[in-house]
């Protein structure tokens, strides 16, 4: 193999000139601003733990890498940076591949480097400890995947990986490091001068003036207009921008799940309340950061209630007529595009329509009144609302803390339930719906923010990544779990009419969470009213210590999967 910057092993030269794999992939991250690692340890990269923590990188280590992938691509989201993940060959690195695919789903920048067996037994076949060809595996999955096999290629693998996440529309990357590239040495020198420190990672894409000029001109002629934001708007970190444009506009707006807060829910703009009725009536759609996937069915059918206009905002050109005729396509980043459309508004924008905007505004006024008295029901076992309603004051009362919210009833009424208040504070389940997702996401939400994360989990939901409640307390995290406990998966009350075996979707009735917590050193909570459910949140996030909080729910609440039965298919020999 021709490696000519690689200095021989036999080679007589002093320690103190040389470097090696390990050190220059630290060396090339470091450089590159990352300062937190999230993974899981083992070989081949046991060492490369140890010496980027002597280097002065954080790195977390998790009890299973699917936890670490999620907590670096909800890093990745939080910051525009890379969240790094690292892992073991072959088992540990399809560990983490669920958390890339789904990273690359929702379009969170993140870097999956993993460990890998020799090549020449892995492409023989010739069965190697841990044998897999992982960057085959890892492409379909991701944006782009890379493997570097010299040491002195270290620099610009890294380089790759880096751009590759985050520019244009973000998305996982794969970076595979053979076991032997890690011991590999070169000169100290040469190796410090093959890094590279990306220059501009994320280019700024500015969008044509005549695609600018369409979009205006859609606009300005709707009588029914709306503003649909995505998280792509929440990513872009372009919130004082983003908030210009709205309330220059003068446009009702519909945030989607994790853009909850870009604007806050209480905004009088906002129509998150009304949203059957903005979709169905309005005329013009402004989306910007949002597809047309399934979470917006498609664009079309009777959520939209007829034909519509739509304007695209969007780094990626490829997403514009996904579903449907985009009418006024506007490619580039959301900071730029939004900014060019404020300049072609200023001076001569009329303020949408009053006629539209009080109707909209009646219709949310009336949805509002219509959940107030249920949020504040103190029934005990609790209903979702009633519980929902305790967290929501919480969070009126701390708005800087995170929300981490997955299940199925539990994350589509606490969606409806919770305002936000400020940018990126709720993370959830994403495009795919994925449960799993929580203590990744709440591990790093608190280390990349320092501020206090409440998880509102599903039962079912928690079981996903429930074991990272000792990596919680092992670093000493302001994260409060409360794990809406319902005895199941929708519900507690399904019976197996045939045998013994419980029920698909039941789990062991009266299971106490919070004992799980405290096995770890942590608080462990038992709420049965609302009242004790609020207390206890709020002595956890006052005292920043790890707290599990087990809220007793009635095990008949909740519905087949939340608000969103409608998806599951019908058999015609189903019992009614
Ligand atoms: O306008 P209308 O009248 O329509 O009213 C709307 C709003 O205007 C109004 N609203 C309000 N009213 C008053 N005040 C306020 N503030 C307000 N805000 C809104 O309320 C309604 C509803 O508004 P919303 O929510 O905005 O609108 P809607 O119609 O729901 O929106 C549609 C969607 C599609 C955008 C929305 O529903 C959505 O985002 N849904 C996401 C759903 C989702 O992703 N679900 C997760 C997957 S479910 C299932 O797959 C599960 N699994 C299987 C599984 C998964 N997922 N993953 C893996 C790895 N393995 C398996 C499992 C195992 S869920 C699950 C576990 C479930 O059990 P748990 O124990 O965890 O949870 P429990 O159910 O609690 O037991
Ligand atoms: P939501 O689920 O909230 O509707 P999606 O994940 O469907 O949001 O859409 C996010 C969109 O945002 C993607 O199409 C992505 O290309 C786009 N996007 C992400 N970052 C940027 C950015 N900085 N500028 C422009 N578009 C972006
Ligand atoms: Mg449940």
Redesign the pocket.
């Known amino acids: 193999m021709d490696t000519p910057a690689v200095a021989k092993p036999n080679e007589a030269q002093d320690a103190q000139d040389l470097t090696d794999g390990f050190h220059l992939v630290i060396d090339a991250l470091k450089l590159n601003g990352i300062k937190t690692i999230y993974g899981v340890p083992g070989i081949p990269i046991t060492d490369f733990g140890r010496f980027a923590q002597a280097a002065g990188i954080r790195v977390i280590s998790f009890r299973h890498e699917q936890n670490a992938g999620n907590a670096a691509a909800i890093a990745g989201y939080l910051t525009k940076k890379p969240g790094i993940c690292l892992t073991v060959s072959a088992p540990g690195f399809l560990n983490g591949l669920t958390a890339l695919a789904n990273a690359t789903t929702n379009c969170f920048p993140m870097i999956l480097i993993s460990g890998s067996s020799e090549r020449e037994i892995v492409d023989l076949q010739q069965g190697d400890y841990e044998e897999m060809d992982q960057l085959a595996i890892a492409k379909p999955l991701c944006k782009a995947a890379f493997r570097v096999l010299h040491a002195a290629d270290i620099g610009i693998g890294i380089a790759r990986a880096i751009r590759a996440a985050v520019s244009g529309r973000p998305g996982g990357v794969y970076l595979d490091l053979p076991a032997k590239l890690f011991a590999q040495v070169m000169n100290r020198e040469a190796g410090e001068k093959s890094l590279v420190a990306v220059i501009d990672p994320a280019p700024a894409q500015i969008p044509a003036p005549s695609a600018v000029k369409r979009a205006l001109d859609v606009l300005k002629n709707a009588k029914r207009p709306l503003i649909i934001l995505g998280k792509g708007a929440a990513y872009a970190q372009a919130d004082d921008a983003i908030r210009a444009l709205v309330e220059k506009s003068g446009i009702p707006f519909l945030p989607?799940?994790m853009a909850k807060g870009l604007l806050p829910?209480t905004h009088p703009q906002c129509a998150?309340?009304?949203?059957?009725?903005v979709l169905q009536q309005s005329d013009v759609v402004m989306l910007i950061g949002a597809r047309l996937n399934?979470?917006?069915s498609h664009g079309k059918g009777k959520t939209w209630g007829g034909a519509k206009k739509f304007i695209q905002v969007d780094i990626d050109p490829k997403e514009m007529d996904s579903n449907v005729e985009i009418a006024a396509p506007l490619v580039g980043d959301i900071g730029s595009c939004v900014a060019a459309l404020l300049d072609g508004m200023a001076g001569n924008w009329t303020a949408a329509p009053a006629d539209w905007t009080g109707a909209v505004k009646a219709?949310?006024d009336e949805?509002?009144a219509?959940?107030a008295p249920r949020l504040m029901n103190n029934n005990s076992p609790m209903d979702?609302h009633g519980a929902l309603g305790a967290l929501r004051t919480v969070i009126k009362e701390r708005p800087d803390a995170i929300l981490v919210n997955?299940?199925?009833?539990?994350?589509?009424l606490a969606?409806?339930?919770i305002?936000m208040y400020q940018p990126r504070k709720r993370l959830d389940?994403g495009t795919?719906?994925?449960?799993?997702i929580g203590m990744g996401f709440a591990i790093a939400a608190a280390i990349e923010t320092g501020k206090p994360v409440l998880a509102v989990?599903?039962?079912?939901?928690?079981g996903?990544s429930g074991m990272e409640v000792e990596t919680i307390c092992r670093y000493n995290l302001p994260v409060c779990v409360v794990i809406?406990n319902?005895n199941?998966?929708?519900?507690g009350t399904d019976t197996n009419s045939v045998g013994s075996d419980p029920a698909t979707t039941t789990f062991v009735k009266g299971s106490r969470y919070d004992k799980m917590m405290e096995a770890f050193g942590g608080v462990g909570v038992q709420a049965t009213t609302p009242d004790e459910l609020k207390r206890a949140v709020d002595a956890a996030i006052d005292s920043g210590q790890p707290t599990l909080i087990n809220a007793v729910?009635d095990p008949a609440a909740?519905s087949e999967?939340?608000?969103?039965g409608n998806l599951n298919p019908q058999s015609v020999l189903r019992k009614k």
Do not use: C, Q
Request: hydrophobic share 40%.
């Open positions: 989607m799940s829910d998150g309340a009304a949203r059957s009725t399934w979470l917006l219709k949310k949805n509002i219509k959940m979702y997955e299940g199925a009833n539990t994350l589509d969606r409806g339930a305002d389940v795919w719906g994925v449960m799993g989990e599903g039962d079912s939901a928690f996903f809406f319902n199941g998966i929708y519900r729910i909740g999967s939340g608000r969103i």
